[in-house]
């Protein structure tokens, strides 16, 4: 089994460090910031070590199978909020109505995994009546902004010939901008009812939940003659634990501790391009 550590601000001396913990035949260095640790001998208590050790030393640590690329790989999919973007975007258009404390405790809770998705999005959505629908661009043009690393790990994807797909439990006002933005090439999301320039307070057609994410990935991936094993998922709420639970590789990206639990690489330091070191 191979090791990677990696950390934005990581030495090489605290790299190494950790490294010895495991006991590696070689340790490569992946740039500044990053090695691999080669041949080491995994158990479920090394890994526990390990990940401590790093998690003091704020690196992330990844267990991986030696000669995993991204070749092996046909798709990244995405959720959006607080993975691919760095906001909840529903909890800033609350804040329009003077509710973003109200609207975000709901959402914390829903990416908890302590409330069922589809009834918070619906009490959620239902605050926002009577908002005047400018303050969607207000949220995408002031206060969105890519997560760090997103931009780097698109380009490098695309580049070794990944189909991307950001598929997401908020809206297609914003998953349609990134869509163009970033030249991805499938999303899915929820469409905001808008009436007469206001927020009606309902979503129309089906709720992007954790099984329609799910049947979401499975689709695309269909569609693309692959199967969900040819996939990367990326996310980090409860609901995103369904797609990620059928994909080749799971990431789970600042992502709360029940979706870090199950995930087969955990970001929680560096940005979403460290997905390049452990698959470079």
Excluded: W
């Excluded at 109505?97 to 069922?116: F, N």
């Excluded at 297609?172 to 929820?190: C, Q, V």
């Amino acid at each position: 089994m191979n090791l990677v550590l990696q950390g934005l601000d990581a030495t090489t001396d605290t790299l190494l460090r950790i490294a010895a913990l495991a006991n590696p035949a070689r340790v490569v260095h992946l740039g500044a910031h990053a090695v691999r640790c080669e041949e080491v001998a995994y158990s479920d208590i090394l890994k526990a070590n390990i990940e401590l050790a790093a998690d003091g030393a704020c690196l992330d640590a990844t267990f991986i199978a030696p000669g995993r690329t991204l070749a092996d790989f046909k798709l990244v999919a995405m959720d959006m909020d607080s993975t691919l973007i760095t906001i909840e975007c529903i909890d800033e258009i609350a804040d329009m109505q003077g509710l973003k404390a109200q609207v975000s405790e709901i959402t914390e809770a829903a990416m908890r995994g302590e409330l069922d998705f589809s009834e918070s999005l619906k009490r959620r959505v239902a605050l926002l009546e009577g908002l005047d629908a400018g303050a969607l661009e207000r949220v995408y043009q002031e206060r969105l902004a890519i997560s760090m690393g997103g931009e780097a790990m698109l380009a490098a994807v695309k580049a070794a010939g990944l189909k991307t797909l950001l598929v997401s439990g908020g809206f297609t006002f914003f998953t349609e901008r990134l869509k163009t933005r970033l030249g991805l090439d499938y999303t899915h999301a929820n469409a905001l009812e808008i009436i007469d320039g206001k927020l009606t307070g309902r979503v129309t057609g089906t709720i992007v939940d954790a099984d329609e994410k799910r049947r979401t990935v499975e689709q695309v991936c269909a569609g693309m003659g692959i199967a969900p094993a040819q996939a990367i998922v990326m996310g980090d709420g409860a609901n995103d634990q369904k797609m990620m639970g059928v994909a080749g590789l799971s990431v789970a990206f600042r992502a709360k501790p029940v979706v870090r639990a199950q995930a087969d690489v955990a970001l929680n330091y560096c940005g979403l391009d460290g997905l390049l070191a452990i698959l470079g």
